[in-house]
């Protein structure tokens, strides 16, 4: 635990002032590359700066604004994290869907800045979505580096963890995509990240963002390491096949919530008031989607 929990602390206490960055270097021993060598330098900008949330995806406003209706949706599913009726608070979650382009990326941004957003947590996203990563691009930065560098490189933690521009919301992007994403995935080295996120700080809850379940078998991987899953149903768009499918390989107990994206309001408000209950477990929003 020591290496990673000082790598927690130095991202805590260090300043993303808009420095060139650079690259940490491969493990003694590993051969580096000609590309990475090109790589070696990246620019971030300061998002921790007043100017900060000019950097971000133009659609995360509507989250941290009172008026919206997104707002109001995320933090009713943040309370339902936050105070569970089972009593026991998660510590991770994992955001995923069954397929592609339900809008998966886009809920773990929301529902991270809506935790940030309570007097009493705080809360990282990991892009553990190598194929199609999109957490970096809507706080407006790089993917050059991050979740593979530390995986595949064995990199310094602390170097590859951004600041948002929002208080107590950090995020490790997923890098540049590997040639073995499964296996980066599921190896021991990305089990025991996830254990010391859990177990480092108790106010902490870290989101990790999965690739659909239909194009990569090792979300069902990470499920079991993780504490609960947050799934994303496009309406009109996933296949009742594939969302049962993958409740049974991940197992119902660990779904904790489902997240309907662009379900139209009069539709949904007679669901959730017919078959389920008032929103019990279930949370709504009209979005587009990745």
């Known amino acids: 635990m020591g290496k990673l929990s000082k790598a927690f602390e130095k991202s805590s206490n260090s300043s993303?002032?808009?420095?060139?960055?650079?690259?940490?270097?491969?493990?003694?021993?590993?051969?580096?590359?000609?590309?990475?060598?090109?790589?070696?330098?990246?620019?971030?900008?300061?998002?921790?700066?007043?100017?900060?949330?000019?950097?971000?995806?133009?659609?995360?406003?509507?989250?941290?604004?009172?008026?919206?209706?997104?707002?109001?949706?995320?933090?009713?599913?943040?309370?339902s994290i936050v105070y569970p009726s089972s009593g026991r608070r998660p510590r991770t979650l994992l955001v995923t869907s069954a397929a592609p382009h339900e809008g998966k990326g886009f809920v773990c941004a929301n529902l991270g800045l809506a935790l940030s957003?309570?007097?009493?947590?705080?809360?990282?996203?990991?892009?553990?979505?190598?194929?199609?990563?999109?957490?970096?691009?809507?706080?407006?930065?790089?993917?050059?580096?991050?979740?593979?560098?530390?995986?595949?490189?064995?990199?310094?933690?602390?170097?590859?963890?951004?600041?948002?521009?929002?208080?107590?919301?950090?995020?490790?992007?997923?890098?540049?995509?590997?040639?073995?994403p499964a296996e980066l995935l599921s190896s021991s080295r990305m089990a025991r990240l996830i254990d010391e996120m859990a177990e480092r700080y108790p106010d902490r809850i870290v989101l990790f963002d999965s690739p659909p379940d239909v194009i990569a078998s090792e979300t069902s991987v990470l499920a079991q390491n993780i504490d609960?899953?947050?799934?994303?149903?496009?309406?009109?768009?996933?296949?009742?096949?594939?969302?049962?499918?993958?409740?049974?390989?991940?197992?119902?107990?660990?779904?904790?919530?489902?997240?309907f994206n662009a379900f139209p309001e009069d539709t949904m408000e007679s669901f959730l008031n017919r078959k389920m209950g008032y929103g019990y477990g279930y949370y709504k929003y009209s979005y587009g989607g990745y």
């Not at 580096?32 to 971000?56: C, M, N």
């Not at 190598?130 to 530390?150: I, K, Q, V």
């Not at 149903?233 to 969302?243: E, I, L, M, N, Q």
């Open 228 to 259: 609960g899953v947050i799934l994303v149903v496009r309406y009109g768009a996933s296949r009742k096949a594939d969302v049962k499918r993958f409740v049974e390989n991940v197992g119902r107990e660990k779904i904790y919530g489902v997240v």
């Open 117 to 180: 957003q309570g007097m009493e947590h705080h809360a990282m996203m990991v892009d553990c979505d190598f194929r199609h990563p999109t957490l970096a691009g809507l706080f407006g930065h790089s993917n050059e580096t991050g979740l593979t560098d530390y995986l595949q490189d064995e990199a310094e933690l602390s170097l590859l963890i951004r600041k948002t521009g929002q208080s107590k919301l950090s995020l490790l992007p997923s890098g540049r995509p590997p040639r073995n």
């Open 16 to 79: 993303a002032s808009g420095a060139t960055r650079q690259k940490p270097e491969p493990a003694p021993g590993k051969k580096q590359t000609e590309e990475k060598a090109v790589r070696s330098k990246v620019i971030f900008p300061d998002l921790d700066a007043g100017y900060a949330r000019e950097f971000w995806d133009s659609r995360l406003q509507l989250s941290t604004d009172p008026k919206s209706g997104y707002f109001e949706s995320f933090r009713r599913l943040r309370a």
